[in-house]
């Protein structure tokens, strides 16, 4: 049975930063590519960062240079490092597992909630 748990989320100012982990049972973790999605108050959720089972990585243009993502096999855990955060950062932030479109998942862990604000 599949499982992703999302941690690391709060409240955090413009220009803070925060950590984001997922930690994932029930899959091979090191056969999969990883991502962070995201759903934004009112709109659809959307892919945030990749990360493929080598290592390489793909971004979506309004994070690139301020979140980094990143995966550790041994602990079955993906990151999300996210710095220089906007207001417009906030969102429900999610993993998941194969590199699929976001409309193609049937499962999703509970997520973290991300506040930026003053």
């Known amino acids: 049975q599949v499982q992703l748990v999302e941690s690391g989320g709060g409240l955090v100012q413009p220009g803070g930063s925060l950590r984001l982990s997922c930690a994932a049972s029930?899959?091979?973790?090191?056969?999969?590519?990883m991502g962070w999605y995201r759903q934004p108050p009112g709109k659809e959720r959307e892919l945030v960062a990749g990360?493929?089972?080598?290592?390489?990585?793909n971004y979506r243009d309004s994070v690139k240079g301020r979140f980094t993502i990143s995966r550790d096999n041994a602990k079955n855990t993906v990151y999300l490092q996210m710095n220089s955060l906007k207001p417009e950062d906030t969102a429900v932030y999610y993993c998941?597992?194969?590199?699929?479109?976001?409309?193609?998942?049937?499962?999703w862990g509970q997520g973290t909630q991300v506040t930026v604000s003053s």
């Open positions: 998941n597992y194969g590199g699929k479109g976001v409309n193609d998942y049937r499962y």
């Open positions: 029930g899959i091979i973790f090191s056969a999969n590519a």
């Open positions: 990360i493929s089972r080598y290592g390489f990585t």
